[in-house]
């Protein structure tokens, strides 16, 4: 009878493999359980690396697990993430290779003889898609839009509304006049800011509003680095 790999040994291991493939430095941080959602469906990414303002997604699918949701995950991660990878056992290749767009990196987790895990790198990600601004202010609250709004870098050479009127606007409707007729650069700096208010909500440095939903595990890549080398070890 073959061995289950769970979704915590394919974690461990594709942290090991995806720090080596973008270099991260040890204060980048890992997010477990991410808020991802797509046509009001919402989502959770398993898991995460942020660095600076570079955002990396990752689903896991276990050796126990279905493919019955990859077609919406996959909606949900392409609006987020600048990179989106899944990380399977090695079970789930056959269909994996078809399923996700040839825009995701793929890595594909095997037992070896002495049960340790092998991991190759099926396919590595292109750059053939772009995260929407749109997707990260979703994933922050009104207060920190109203923030962005008052960000005068965010409006480039469109007319910033007045501070009142930022006040009084409703998170929706603000966004969509955020959005409206932006220019490439004007979106990079929203989502770029909407990234940093996120990662500071992550780390407590910006306290949450009272009655929200509460976070996933957040913590430093050297952190989870060392934890997954003695676990490797034990």
């Known amino acids: 009878m073959k061995k289950v790999m769970t979704a915590k040994e394919i974690r461990r291991e594709s942290i090991q493999v995806l720090s080596k493939i973008y270099g991260f430095p040890?204060?980048?941080?890992?997010?477990?359980?991410?808020?991802?959602?797509v046509w009001g469906k919402v989502g959770r990414a398993d898991l995460v690396l942020l660095c600076d303002d570079y955002l990396?997604?990752?689903?896991?699918k276990a050796s126990t697990d279905n493919l019955k949701?990859?077609?919406?995950?996959?909606?949900?991660?392409?609006?987020?993430?600048?990179?989106?990878?899944?990380?399977v056992h090695e079970k789930h290749w056959p269909v994996i290779r078809d399923a996700v767009p040839d825009?995701?990196?793929?890595?594909?987790?095997?037992?070896?003889?002495?049960?340790?895990?092998?991991?190759?790198?099926?396919?590595?990600?292109?750059?053939?898609?772009?995260?929407?601004?749109?997707?990260?202010?979703?994933?922050?609250w009104s207060v920190d839009v109203k923030k962005i709004a008052s960000m005068p870098e965010v409006w480039g050479d469109r007319i910033q509304p007045d501070k009142w009127v930022i006040r009084q606007s409703?998170?929706?409707?603000?966004?969509?006049?955020?959005?409206?007729?932006?220019?490439?650069?004007?979106?990079?700096?929203?989502?770029?800011?909407?990234?940093?208010?996120?990662?500071?909500?992550?780390?407590?440095?910006?306290?949450?509003?009272?009655?929200?939903?509460?976070?996933?595990?957040?913590?430093?890549?050297?952190?989870?680095?060392?934890?997954?080398s003695k676990s490797s070890k034990s």
Not at 26 to 37: A, C, P, R
Not at 69 to 87: G, I
Not at 110 to 132: F, K, Q
């Open 26 to 37: 040890d204060e980048s941080l890992i997010i477990d359980e991410m808020e991802v959602g």
């Open 56 to 60: 990396v997604g990752v689903e896991i």
């Open 103 to 140: 825009s995701w990196g793929v890595l594909v987790c095997r037992w070896r003889e002495d049960d340790s895990i092998e991991v190759g790198i099926a396919r590595g990600p292109s750059s053939d898609h772009s995260p929407i601004a749109r997707a990260m202010l979703e994933r922050i």
């Open 170 to 228: 409703s998170k929706s409707h603000l966004m969509n006049v955020l959005l409206a007729d932006a220019d490439d650069d004007s979106l990079l700096e929203i989502r770029r800011q909407a990234l940093y208010i996120y990662r500071d909500r992550r780390l407590g440095i910006i306290k949450k509003p009272r009655h929200s939903m509460s976070y996933g595990m957040t913590r430093t890549l050297g952190e989870e680095l060392s934890d997954g």
């Open 69 to 87: 949701r990859l077609e919406t995950q996959v909606k949900a991660y392409s609006r987020v993430f600048d990179d989106c990878w899944v990380s």
